[in-house]
């Protein structure tokens, strides 16, 4: 029995095999833990994952919402198509995600939740799989889109309708600049209505007169561009000189080019415009009454002496911008160095104006009994001052999305900054 107690202690003694006995009852244990230690890793990469689907999604979907006039269908679509395209170069598929996309038209705002849930985490055969959930909401703050500015600092009634005239920009913001007591103006049956009106001073009128009573003591919008380069002419020698279109009924062609002493186009002439930049230099652009004017690709820059324009009742007047180029989108610029003048639209056919009218010592004048832009994906108007006359319905339109003619810096959809609220 001594012999055999001794070699019960000389084997409890002994430490040969311990370690693969030790290594082999806690290797499930030590591979638990560096599974779930990767699983750690993952799934904190996932979160960061999905935020940052959740923060582009927000982004772009508050973008193409505000260009829509906040529309739940498309902000949803672009969200689902942005998570979509983030969330599958994250080892994840679309079985494990949802998105909730969520409006609020009120302030702004466009609301993007990703779930993730049954994702195949190591651990998940035995536990519960993790749910990851993250948001993100995207504004745009100061997002209205701005279509009209009357640039005039001081002067009464710099943005003015009158009689029983009609603007009518309901998605967009129009802008007055003038501190002058009434420096916006809709009286006797006009009536302005607009997403936002604003006034460096006050407004003349009724509660009658505007949709929305306009915002008074606003801080006066910067001319967004008076950096715009305008285009070379000076040393191009005239394409011709007070030429005058006047055979009744015929259809005349015209290239880009210097027309120098203005241009007049008589009554009933058709004129088609070749794409191009359209200088009309020391006088003015005149379309008789029944005369078409029509243009694709067009510009025109108006310089020196007595260079404006009369677009007469009864004419037809079709301009669509160009869409690149150093006059991009812009349907008219003036010259900033010209003295004021008067540019005054009569036509009672001037249904499509698309792009931006740009007269910065310019009175714009529309003095009609018709629609005017109402055809236009877009128009924007910055002038000295923007007055309507008799019963125009002057139409801003803000369907940007429907043309590639460009809206200038400043204006439309690029008068705001996109950001996230967490």
Known sequence: MAKVAALIRSALKSREGNFA???????????????GGMDMFLVHSQKSAIQNSADAAALAAVREASLKGWDEKTAKAISEHVVKSNYLTHHASKNYYEVETEVDKTNKQVTVTVKQDHYPYFYSSFFSSPQIVKSATATAAGKTNICAIGLNPSASQTISLNDDALLTAPNCAVYSNSVAVDGMSSNKSASMVAELACTAGGFGGAAKNYNKLPITDCPPMEDPLKLRTPPSHS???????????????????????????????????QVTLDPGIY?????????????????????????????????????????????????????????????YADFVL???????????????????????????????????IVARSIKLKRKPNVVLNTNYESTNVPVPAGLGPSSGELRLLH
């Open 346 to 380: 009569r036509s009672n056919k001037a249904s499509n104006l698309l792009g931006t009218i740009y007269l910065p010592n310019g009175n714009f004048i529309i003095d009609t009994n018709s629609k005017v832009a109402d055809a236009s994906a877009y128009t924007a």
């Open 235 to 269: 040393s191009t020698s005239c394409k011709a000189s007070a030429l005058q279109l006047k055979d009744e009924g015929a259809v005349h062609r015209l290239s880009p080019g210097v027309y120098c002493d203005g241009l007049t186009i008589k009554a009933q002439a």
């Open 279 to 339: 200088v009309i230099k020391n006088g003015p652009l005149t379309l008789g009454s029944d005369a078409t004017l029509f243009g694709r690709g067009v510009d025109f820059y108006f310089t020196g002496s007595k260079s404006t324009f009369a677009l007469e009742s009864g004419s037809t007047v079709d301009l669509e911008a160009a869409k690149t180029g150093s006059m991009a989108g812009l349907i008219f610029f003036q010259d900033r160095s010209s003295n």
């Open 21 to 35: 006995v030790s290594f082999a009852l806690a290797a499930p244990v030590l591979l638990g833990l560096a599974a």
